[in-house]
């Protein structure tokens, strides 16, 4: 059960766009469509984002989107506001029957 | 109003053992998947532990086989974490969370609990 790979840190102004990649093995990310991305401001509860890969929760900014490529998939921010400033883990369910969370990725509103 | 509410962290010598709470309201324990999702202090990653089916099937994370057990009271709308042989790398802030769905695979937890602390040292 290693974790999903994510990049310590990302960075980016206002109205500017991001991505975060999340990768994983065939067991997991490649496998099945059962991706989530998490987002944690500090000293909270983290907060669904986006689940099945690509899904937005209710009430989710739809500046907010997921995609998959075979075993990486990715998080997009657009238009980045400073309250988008928090910690974001990507998590996926895996052969094994369990769930494995990436090590999480900072990102900083310039 | 959909909540959850945990307990029973503290501090526990290596070799211990406690039990979490994780007190449901705003909708059946027993109807979704629940579960147990832990961060190590100060600010690491989140490290997902168990889960328990709408239906009763259980399964671990491999730090926590043998160890840990979850269970759920359905009449009291309550899920439980019972935690043994702890060590001092379980200590973290444990969260309860419900998955939004109850079939498929779990994984989009949309309620979580403010955390419970778990200290585990000598």
């Known amino acids: 059960q290693s974790a999903l790979t994510q990049p310590a840190s990302v960075s980016g102004s206002p109205g500017q766009s991001i991505t975060i990649s999340c990768t994983g093995t065939?067991?997991?990310?490649?496998?099945?469509?059962?991706v989530s991305w998490y987002q944690q401001h500090p000293g909270k509860a983290p907060k669904l984002v986006i689940y099945?890969?690509?899904n937005r929760p209710s009430g989710v900014s739809n500046r907010f989107s997921g995609s998959k490529s075979g075993n990486t998939a990715s998080l997009t921010i657009s238009g980045l506001q400073t309250e988008d400033e928090a910690d974001y883990y990507c998590?996926?369910?895996?052969?094994?029957?369990?769930?494995?969370f990436g090590g999480g990725t900072k990102l900083t509103v310039l | 109003e959909v909540q959850l509410v945990e307990s029973g962290g503290g501090l526990v010598q290596p070799g211990g053992s406690l039990r979490l709470s994780c007190a449901a309201s705003?909708?059946?324990?027993?109807?979704?998947?629940m579960s147990w999702v832990r961060q190590a202090p100060p600010g690491k990653g989140l490290e997902w532990v168990s889960?328990?089916?709408?239906?009763?099937?259980?399964y671990y994370a491999d730090s926590v086989k043998g160890r840990f057990t979850i269970s759920r009271d359905n009449s009291k709308n309550t899920l439980y974490l019972q935690m043994n042989s702890l060590r001092l790398e379980d200590t973290a802030v444990y969260y309860c969370a419900r998955d939004r769905s109850s079939y498929g695979a779990p994984g989009a937890f949309d309620i979580w609990g403010q955390g419970t602390m778990v200290t585990v040292s000598s």
């Open positions: 099945d890969v690509s």
């Open positions: 705003g909708f059946i324990v027993s109807s979704k998947y």
């Open positions: 065939s067991s997991d990310v490649g496998y099945y469509n059962f």
């Open positions: 889960v328990i089916y709408s239906g009763g099937s259980t």
């Open positions: 998590s996926s369910y895996t052969s094994s029957s369990t769930l494995v």
